[in-house]
C-alpha cells in the first residue's frame, strides 16, 4: 500500500504475495487471533479491563493521578501468553517500551512472526494535546488540520502505537449529545474537508514508518444521530438523509485512502451497525472502496445480544463475521467462538480469510514486519518532554480555535496595564484544559489560563469564587469586584460533563455559574466571560447580559498562553463557529442547514416554531467576530461548462490586521427532494491588513450540485440556484442563476 494523499491504498506485487504468503501457512486459530483484539487488564484483588479505565478516567470517576499511579503500581496482564500462542492481532496501550516487549513476543515467539497492530484512542493529541476537534474545526483550517494529525502521528509512533482509532467525523447536529466535542460539528461539507486533511495528516508522510500511522475513521455510521442526543442511542433516517448528510464525511476519508474505520454502537433502522451487512460490505467496502479492515467498537458485537438482534455471544459473532466486521474488539467472542461457527458452516474460509487478508495488508504497509520496534533513541527523547515544535503547534491551534462571540464596547483587546481580577475555577485547573478523550497527557505540560496570564506579564490575582460544581464563596466573589479593573471570569463545563456518556438534557452553564456572573456585572466593573466547555452551551441569558463572550472550548496542553495571547490581542480572533449555539436547551437539535419547509418560521402563529423561543440559532453556524471589522461587497457568479465561477470583494474595515474565514453557501432552490435552505460549498481563510480589501474567488463544480434520492443514486437536475457568501450561515450575500447540467 504505497500510499500518496488522495489516491486509495494499494498494496504492490511484493507485499500482496507476502499478505498471500503468511496467509496460507495459517491455521484457522491463527487467522481468527489476527481478528482478535485485547486490552490489558488490572489483576490482583480485582479485573478491571482497559476499555473501562479509560471510561473511568474520562467520565471523571478516576482522576489523571490516580490513573496513572494504578497503573505504574498494580500488576496488569497484557496477555502475554496469547499472544505467543498467536492468538491476539491488537493490542491497546501507549506506553512504547511495554510495546517494544509485546512485539518481540509476537514477532520472534510465535510460529509466524506475524507483528502486532496496536491502537490507542488519540483523537486530539496523545501527550502533546492539540483542541477538541469541535474546536479545531472552527478554524476553518485545512492546513491546520493536516499538520496536527502529522505532529499526532509522529508521536503516537513514538509511544508504540500504529494505529490511532482518529479522527472521529460523525455529523452530529444535537448539542445534548457528549460526543459532539469530538467531531468537526454539524456541517457536512466542513466535516468532509476536516476527514481528508486529518487523513493527509495521519497517513501521508510514509517516507519514514516513524511518520505515519494507520487512521481509524469513526463512528461508522450515524452515531451523530442518536435520538435525543443519548449516546449509544437509536437512528433512523431515510436513504437520502444517510447520503446527503452522515455518509460523505467517511466517503472522502475512504477516496484519502483511510486503511481502517471503527462500527458505531447505534442501530440505523433497527440494525446495529455492528452486524449491518448492507453498510459494512455493500456501502463501506464495495461502494466506497474501503481497502483496509473494520474494528468494532469496544464491546460491541456483545452488546447485539442486548440489542435484541442475536439470541447469544455464538449467534452475535457469527452476524458479525458474515457482515463484515472484520476484527473483535475486546469481546473474545471471535477468539471463543468463531471456530465452531466455521467448523459447523455457519461462517464461511472466505470471510475468516478475506478479513484476515485486510488485517495483514495494513499491517504489511505499516512496515511492522521491517520495523516492529520502537528505537530507544526515541523513547528516550520523549521521556525528556514535549518537544518544543509541538508545544508551538499546540499553541498555534489553541490561538486558531477560540471565537470571539460579542465584543460590545469593545472591551477586547485588555490593556496591559489594567489590573485583572481572574475569576473562576477553571482557571487554575490542568486537569482541565485538555478536555474529552485526551489521555496521554501529563499535568506539567498543561499551562492554565492563570498560568498563561502570568506568562504574558499580566497584572493578575486569581479567585476561585466558584464553577460548574459546588457553592460560591461570597468573600472571594466580593473580593474580586473590589480588586481588578477589569474582571476576567472563565466559566463553561469540566472536561468530563462532554465526551462519551456524557449526554446531558440541561446544556446551560451548570452550577451558580450564572448566579456568579450575575454578581460580577453588578459590580460596575468591565466582565470578560470565557467560555471553557465541550459542546455548544444554550447561552441566551449570557447573550443578554454579558458584555464580552469568549468561546475558548478545551484547548489543549497550551490552552493558558493561548487565551491570554487572544485577549490581550497578540493574536486577534479568526476562529468561526463550528456548530450552532442555541437560546436554550429546548431548541436542539439546532443546525443551520435544515430541510425547507412549507410554513417557515415567520410571525404569523402557523410557521414552524416554537411559541416561546427564537426560531433561529443564538450564534449560527459559521459565526465569530475579530478586533477589526469586515465586509463583503460585489458577490458575481458566472457559469462555466464543468464549474460556477464566484467571487466577492472583502474589505478590513477596521484599525487593525485581522483573518477572515470568507464562506460559501448554496441552495438548489427547486428540486425533486426537498433540500436545505442552505449548505456550505466553500470556505477560505483571508488575511487583510487594516484598510486593505481582496477579491476572494471560489469554483463551485457542477458535479458537486447535486444530492442523493431516496434509492441512493446522485441526481445533478437543471434548475434555479441561490450562491451565498459571507461572513457565517447567517449573513450573506446572494445571487441567482439557472443552471443546466
Not at 505499516?366 to 514535549?386: N, R, T
Not at 458584555?547 to 490581542?569: C, D, F, K, T
Amino acid at each position: 500500500m504505497n500510499y500518496m494523499g488522495g489516491k486509495k491504498m494499494k498494496l504492490t506485487g511484493e507485499q500482496q504475495k507476502k499478505v498471500e504468503s503468511i496467509l496460507s501457512q495459517m491455521t484457522l486459530e491463527e487467522k481468527i487471533g489476527q481478528m482478535n483484539q485485547e486490552s490489558p487488564s488490572i489483576v490482583g484483588g480485582f479485573d478491571v479491563p482497559f476499555s473501562e479505565l479509560i471510561e473511568m478516567l474520562t467520565d471523571g470517576r478516576l482522576a489523571q493521578e490516580e490513573f496513572e499511579r494504578l497503573m505504574s503500581t498494580a500488576k496488569q496482564d497484557f496477555h502475554e501468553e496469547e499472544i505467543r500462542a498467536g492468538l491476539v492481532g491488537s493490542v491497546m496501550g501507549n506506553d512504547p517500551r511495554k510495546a517494544n516487549e509485546l512485539q518481540k513476543i509476537a514477532v520472534e515467539e510465535t510460529r509466524l512472526g506475524i507483528p502486532l497492530i496496536i491502537g490507542f484512542d488519540v483523537i486530539h493529541g496523545l501527550r502533546s494535546v492539540f483542541p477538541i476537534a469541535i474546536a479545531e474545526a472552527g478554524s476553518f483550517d485545512d492546513a491546520l488540520f493536516e499538520e496536527t494529525a502529522r505532529m499526532v502521528a509522529k508521536e503516537s509512533r513514538a509511544h508504540g502505537i500504529s494505529w490511532n482509532f482518529a479522527p472521529m467525523i460523525d455529523v452530529a447536529r444535537d448539542s445534548r449529545w457528549g460526543r459532539v466535542s469530538e467531531g468537526p460539528g454539524e456541517d457536512t461539507f466542513l466535516g468532509s474537508r476536516f476527514a481528508r486533511a486529518k487523513i493527509r495528516g495521519l497517513q501521508g508522510d510514509t517516507s519514514d514508518t516513524g511518520n505515519y500511522v494507520a487512521a481509524c475513521t469513526k463512528h461508522y455510521i450515524c452515531y451523530g444521530a442518536c435520538e435525543g442526543g443519548r449516546d449509544y442511542n437509536t437512528t433512523s433516517m431515510s436513504t437520502s438523509q444517510l447520503y446527503n448528510v452522515y455518509l460523505p464525511t467517511f466517503r472522502a476519508a475512504m477516496e484519502e485512502g483511510a486503511a481502517t474505520v471503527m462500527a458505531a454502537f447505534n442501530d440505523l433502522n433497527g440494525v446495529p451497525c455492528t452486524v449491518n451487512e448492507y453498510l459494512l460490505r455493500d456501502v463501506l467496502k464495495k461502494e466506497l472502496g474501503l481497502d483496509g479492515f473494520v474494528v468494532s467498537d469496544a464491546n460491541a458485537i456483545k452488546e447485539c445480544v442486548i440489542h435484541g438482534i442475536a439470541a447469544d455471544d455464538a449467534d452475535a459473532g457469527v452476524q458479525a463475521a458474515i457482515a463484515g466486521m472484520d476484527m473483535d474488539m475486546g469481546t473474545h467472542i471471535y477468539k471463543d467462538h468463531l471456530k465452531a461457527a466455521v467448523e459447523s458452516g455457519k461462517v464461511s474460509m472466505e470471510v475468516i480469510d478475506e478479513a484476515v487478508r485486510r488485517i495483514l495488508s495494513v499491517k504489511v504497509w505499516l512496515g511492522l514486519f521491517e520495523h516492529p520496534y520502537v528505537p530507544e533513541e526515541v523513547i528516550e527523547a520523549y521521556e525528556k518532554g514535549i518537544p518544543a515544535e509541538h508545544a508551538a503547534l499546540a499553541r498555534k491551534a489553541a490561538e486558531e480555535s477560540i471565537v470571539l462571540l460579542k465584543n460590545d464596547g469593545a472591551v477586547l483587546p485588555l490593556d496591559k496595564s489594567r489590573r485583572i481580577s481572574l475569576v473562576g475555577t477553571l482557571a487554575d485547573s490542568a486537569d482541565e484544559v485538555t478536555g474529552a478523550w485526551a489521555m496521554g497527557w501529563k499535568k506539567e505540560d498543561c499551562v492554565t489560563i492563570l498560568d498563561g496570564f502570568k506568562n504574558a506579564g499580566a497584572n493578575v490575582s486569581y479567585y476561585p469564587c466558584g464553577g460548574p460544581e459546588g457553592n460560591l464563596n461570597e468573600e472571594e466573589l466580593a473580593a474580586a469586584c473590589k480588586d481588578g479593573d477589569v474582571i476576567v471570569a472563565i466559566v463553561g463545563e469540566t472536561t468530563a460533563m462532554s465526551g462519551e456518556a456524557s449526554s446531558k438534557a440541561d446544556i446551560t452553564l451548570p452550577g451558580r455559574q450564572r448566579e456568579m456572573l450575575a454578581k460580577l456585572i453588578a459590580s460596575g466593573k468591565p466582565v470578560v466571560t470565557v467560555f471553557m466547555n465541550g459542546r455548544p452551551l444554550a447561552l441566551g441569558w449570557e447573550a443578554e447580559h454579558l458584555p464580552v463572550m469568549v468561546e475558548a472550548w478545551h484547548l489543549g496542553i497550551q490552552m493558558g498562553n493561548a487565551v491570554a495571547s487572544v485577549l490581550y490581542g497578540e493574536v486577534a480572533p479568526s476562529a468561526k463557529l463550528s456548530s450552532s449555539f442555541p437560546y436554550v436547551n429546548g431548541q436542539c437539535p439546532l443546525y443551520y442547514n435544515h430541510p425547507s419547509t412549507g410554513r417557515p418560521a415567520g410571525k404569523s402563529k402557523f410557521t414552524s416554531k416554537y411559541l416561546d423561543a427564537p426560531a433561529e440559532a443564538l450564534f449560527p453556524f459559521g459565526y465569530g467576530l475579530s478586533y477589526t471589522t469586515f465586509a463583503y461587497s460585489d458577490l458575481r457568479v458566472e457559469e462555466k461548462k464543468d464549474c460556477l465561477e464566484i467571487s466577492v470583494k472583502i474589505a478590513n474595515t477596521g484599525e487593525r490586521a485581522g483573518v477572515e474565514a470568507a464562506q460559501l453557501y448554496m441552495q438548489d432552490v427547486t428540486a425533486s427532494l426537498v433540500r436545505p435552505v442552505k449548505e456550505l460549498k466553500g470556505y477560505k481563510r483571508v488575511a487583510l491588513e487594516a484598510g486593505e480589501e481582496k477579491e476572494v474567488s471560489f469554483v463551485l463544480a457542477k458535479k458537486d450540485m447535486g444530492f442523493y434520492d431516496n434509492a441512493g443514486n446522485y441526481r445533478l437536475e437543471d434548475g434555479l440556484f441561490r450562491i451565498c457568501a459571507g461572513a457565517n450561515s447567517r449573513d450573506l450575500l446572494e445571487e441567482e442563476i439557472t443552471v443546466r447540467f
